[in-house]
């Protein structure tokens, strides 16, 4: 739905694939997905500072830093889950068309939502990356204590506790936190991109 009429698109003066040319690399997301303590963001930043040292431009926007600003009117409830996927999916188009690879860890658990994303960029363009990790596992590592919250009822609507979590079916990468390190993560993501020549 648009609610804006008499609107027309201006074309840009330098097109996203001279960028590419001049970065010499592809532009492109990697979307991380991943119950809360799976490790997205550990993984996201990890990958960007590897991704930096190469001189590959790269930015991060993770769930909370985006809910203090461009979100912040944006609560839990499915509904405003979808609308804060909708809007990091556009931030996120953006950034490839300025010529960047975007990291984003969202826990963005319904697949509906994260194929509307892969649905505005090009097939090229979007990687899903799964961050498996059992969910006692990740209440184990309870890194913001949220879970403790959730389970005492003082939050609701926690993906894995009383919001539901929907896995990739057909992600381009997986990686598993419980049972590799970050920096076994961080390698992973490096060589599938060297492999198809991204970076
Ligand atoms: N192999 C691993 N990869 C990533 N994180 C790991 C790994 N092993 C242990 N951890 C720990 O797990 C925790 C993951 O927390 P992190 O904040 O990255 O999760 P998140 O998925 O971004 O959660 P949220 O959705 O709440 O933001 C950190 O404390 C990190 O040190
Ligand atoms: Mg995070």
Redesign the pocket.
């Not at 991943?34 to 993984?43: D, H, I, Q, W």
């Given at each position: 739905m648009n609610k804006s009429t008499n609107i027309t698109w201006h074309d840009a003066g330098i097109t996203k694939e001279e960028r590419r040319e001049q970065n010499n690399h592809h532009s492109f997301v990697l979307w991380f997905t991943?119950?809360?303590?799976?490790?997205?963001?550990?993984?996201a930043n990890a990958v960007a500072k590897a991704l930096f040292d190469k001189n590959i431009r790269n930015y991060v926007l993770d769930?909370?830093n985006v809910r203090f600003g461009l979100n912040k009117n944006l609560g839990f409830s499915a509904e405003d889950r979808t609308e804060n996927i909708r809007r990091i999916g556009e931030v996120s188009k953006l950034f490839v068309d300025s010529g960047q690879v975007v990291l984003t860890?969202f826990?963005s658990p319904f697949q509906e939502d994260r194929a509307q994303v892969r649905e505005i960029l090009e097939g090229n363009e979007f990687l899903e990356v799964y961050?498996e990790c059992p969910l006692e596992e990740c209440e184990k590592?309870d890194?913001?204590g949220?879970y403790k919250k959730a389970r005492s009822g003082e939050i609701r609507d926690f993906t894995g506790i009383d919001s539901p979590y929907e896995s990739p079916a057909n992600p381009e990468l997986t990686i598993n936190?419980s049972t590799?390190?970050?920096e076994e993560?961080v390698q992973t993501v490096i060589e599938y991109l060297a492999n198809r020549k991204f970076i």
């Open positions: 991943g119950l809360s303590g799976s490790g997205k963001s550990t993984v769930g909370d860890a826990i961050v590592r890194p913001k949220l936190t590799q390190s970050v993560c």
